[in-house]
């Protein structure tokens, strides 16, 4: 009985180690393999007057998602991803600005959505993500922006 043991831990370890493998840091993927898994957007707060030489800084916050972004296009995110699976996935998120009526109705979004965190999520885990990036939009058009679209987006197992 002690060799039919020893024979089958012989085979369980390497299956051990390439389950835990499957869960280190996420490896780039092709674009088309991600599908968007959440998308919230957000109303941003009219600024005042903005001031010519003056630096602003726009923030906004809903629930699990909150950031900023400067007058030089400089942006930060802090967001939780759920994944409701075992097996994982890789999720990234990001953020899109735009202008438009109240609510974030009619928007004409000024940039593509940047993509700037990414993890990989096993094991029915919610993580929190955080990351940033530059927009090369102008200063006028970060002044006017009224709303602000954050985007999950998943790559593998989703949930």
Known sequence: MLISVRKSSHYLLPVLVSLLAACTAPDEQ????????NRVDIELRPMDEMVEDQSFRR??????????????GAWSIKGVAEHNRLRCGIYEMGL??????PACTAVKWLNDIQYRTRERQCNSAS???????????????LASATCVRIV??????CG
């Not at 092709?30 to 898994?37: A, F, G, K, N």
């Not at 923030?59 to 030089?72: K, L, N, V």
């Open 30 to 37: 092709p674009e088309d393999s991600y599908r968007v898994v």
């Open 59 to 72: 923030a906004f916050d809903q629930r699990d998602i909150e950031g900023s972004f400067t007058e030089s």
């Open 96 to 101: 899109q600005i735009g202008t438009g009526a």
């Open 127 to 141: 993580l929190l993500h955080s990351g940033g990036g530059n927009m090369s939009l102008s200063r006028e058009q």
């Open 152 to 157: 999950t987006r998943c790559s593998g197992t």
